[in-house]
């Protein structure tokens, strides 16, 4: 039987940063820091977006700084966009860490952290030793009258953003619906129900407040939030300049795993209804670098909208800068506006100017017969599916994906 049919039509107006050719690449490389090493640089410059991670004061090598590692980068690739990692819930607090010592004290000299009814700090993430943070207009102002959003706000500018115009994105990360753990966010002693509407509204306007003091000081620069949601609550609708979709397909937690690929698609296209500016949305999965089969699939289903396909070696983590076959067709522009429905029996399609992209999301093989023109491209990692050849008739395995060019465009 077909795939579930009509998804609710989207808006496809996108003002794209690095051009309107497909595919568009994002790297999220905020795991280990080696920027300074020439073979890395060189990889992450074959990107259009790359997120990094740099920590306040990092110089592996004496004398070679922050900004020097990013004009190397960006000199071998100018069109390369950059971004530097922030997160404004939680922080780190490990003794002897440097880097964090300044925002550790703020947050205990001005009682910042979040605590807990029994006055205990709280946290989400233990595995990172960070601890929650108490960012809403219930936190006390310090003297200057700042509250976290703010205070943060002026320390990543002068750390990563003020002297680096290379820096053209400001990564948001944890953009969360709700918070993830009870504790008293209000201060009358009771721990509070992250679900209390009164909770969730204080939680997203404490964002909003973040970006409002981010646009204050660099107003030309790019918001992008790691979002686990659509972006259309009022706090957050029309403020951030893009999305990344982090694990949309391949962990247990993904949202193609939990309920779909329906919902997961229809995520990816509503996203783009609350942003504003560029709307960059990086369509994030984690997988095996030589499984090659869910490879096309994300692929192909990230190609059915206007994203950056972001894959993530789920053994290196955000670390290393995966590279396919299919990074190298150029696919060029899209000529028919992201699907709301399948094409032809289950099977999902869209146009651009030198090729053709299919996805059958459903359980089963599909076959469906091709205008004449279509040839797979020669591949050297899946020889045996990227082959080279014409194709009239084409069987597509469930989830699987397939990248076909017109004749005379390989």
Known sequence: MPFPGKIASINKTTLDPSGNAFPRLLGM??????????????????????????????????????????????????????????????????????????VVAKLGWSGWWLRNADGKRVQWTKQYSAWEINFTHWAKPDAN????????????????????????????????????????WDGDGI?????????????????RDWWASIRALHPDIWIIGNVDND??????????????LEGLMGKSWSLETRQGWTAMMQRYWDVYKHLRGPRIVGFNVWGD?????????????????????????????????????????ELGRAI????????????????????VVLVNPGPWPRTVDLEPGLRHFAGRQAPHHNTGQPIARLTLQGKDGVVLVREHQQ
Not at 66 to 90: H, K, S
Not at 146 to 164: C, E, G, K, L
Not at 165 to 182: C, K, L, S
């Open 145 to 184: 009258g700042d509250r976290y959003p703010q205070w943060s706000t002026r320390r990543n500018s002068a750390a990563y953003f003020r002297d680096t115009p290379e820096m053209r994105i400001w990564y948001t990360d944890n953009v969360m619906y709700r918070p993830r753990v009870r504790a008293d």
């Open 191 to 207: 721990d509070d129900d992250p679900n209390d509407p009164r909770i969730l509204t204080a939680w997203r306007q404490g964002y």
């Open 29 to 102: 490389n905020i795991g280990e820091k080696h920027y300074h090493d020439p073979a890395y640089q060189q990889q992450l410059a074959r990107l259009h977006i790359a997120i990094l991670g740099f920590y306040k004061g990092w110089e592996p090598v004496k004398g070679y700084s922050y900004r020097t590692a990013l004009r190397d980068i960006q000199a071998r690739n100018p069109d390369l966009i950059l971004g530097q990692y922030t997160v404004l819930n939680e922080a780190r607090d490990v003794p002897n860490d440097t880097a964090m010592a300044d």
């Open 231 to 244: 972006l259309s609550e009022p706090e957050f609708s029309g403020q951030l300049d893009g999305a990344f």
């Open 289 to 329: 670098p030589t499984d090659y089969r869910f490879f096309r699939y994300a692929f192909a289903s990230c190609l059915m909208g206007d994203g950056y396909f972001s894959f993530t070696d789920e053994k290196r983590g955000y670390s290393s800068v995966p590279w396919f076959d299919e990074y190298d067709v």
């Open 336 to 355: 028919t506006p992201p699907p709301s429905q399948p094409w032809r029996d289950g099977v999902w399609r869209r146009d651009f100017e030198r090729g």
